[in-house]
Each structure stands twice: as structure tokens, then as C-alpha cells.
């Protein structure tokens, strides 16, 4: 039996398709596990593959800082932050915050699709 892993799926606006794009792709694993998102990015999750999607704050608005805390409080397992390095982002700070919270915590992280690609498809994943 398969571990439940709480995911959380975050990406700045440049990055949205490419997460939604790869949420899609891997949908019949992810529908296995417990899912939290920033709003936009969930919603667009939600309406792109009908996956349930617990919705945070928007990112601008505290949802990065939602996350931040979850993971601080334990409840996180794996963040999949596909982040945008070329475009200043005004919660910048936040940001910040949670790639180290992440560290911090020692939470597999990744902010790259092809690093996603090697967490979800790790024999450590499913355990």
C-alpha cells in the first residue's frame, strides 16, 4: 500500500502551464495523494483535470506564506514550486520564505519540471 504524501503545488503566472501541464501527465498518481494549492494555480489545476485541490490564498496575497506554515507545522511532504527566476515577483520575499522553510524542514522540493519528474517517479516516493 501506498503512502498518502501531502503535496503542495505552487507556480508564478510564467510557470502555470508548465504545471498544470505536468499535474495532467501525472494525474493518476497524484489522485492518490492529498493536494494543496495557491489559488489561481489550483483552480487552473481543478478546471484542467477535475483533481480535488485544497485552495490556499493566492500567492501575492499569503498563499506562499500558507504553505510556508504548513510545511513548518509538519504537514507537508513534498513542495513542486515551479518558480520564475526572470521575473520580479512582489511577494519576492515570500518566496524566499518558503524555498527556505522547505530546506529548512527537509522537504523534497522541486522547481524545475524535470526535477518534479524525479520525485514523483523515485521507488522513494511510494513509500
Not at 15 to 30: C, I
Not at 66 to 88: K, R, S, V, Y
Request: glycine content about 6%.
Amino acid at each position: 500500500m501506498m503512502k498518502q504524501s501531502v503535496i503542495a503545488l505552487v507556480a508564478h503566472d510564467a510557470k502555470k502551464q508548465n504545471l498544470v501541464e505536468w499535474v495532467r501527465y501525472n494525474e493518476g498518481t497524484l489522485r492518490e495523494h492529498k493536494l494543496y494549492a495557491t489559488r489561481s494555480t489550483g483552480l487552473e489545476i481543478k478546471k484542467s483535470t477535475g483533481l480535488e485541490v485544497n485552495l490556499l490564498l493566492s500567492g501575492p496575497h499569503g498563499g506562499d506564506a500558507q504553505i510556508g506554515a504548513l510545511i513548518a507545522e509538519g504537514n507537508i511532504d513534498i513542495l513542486i514550486f515551479l518558480w520564475d527566476p526572470l521575473t520580479p515577483q512582489p511577494h519576492d520575499v515570500d518566496v524566499k520564505t518558503l524555498l527556505r522553510l522547505a530546506v529548512l524542514h527537509n522537504i523534497p522540493m522541486a522547481c524545475n519540471r524535470a526535477t518534479a519528474d524525479f520525485l514523483i517517479s523515485s521507488p522513494m516516493f511510494k513509500q
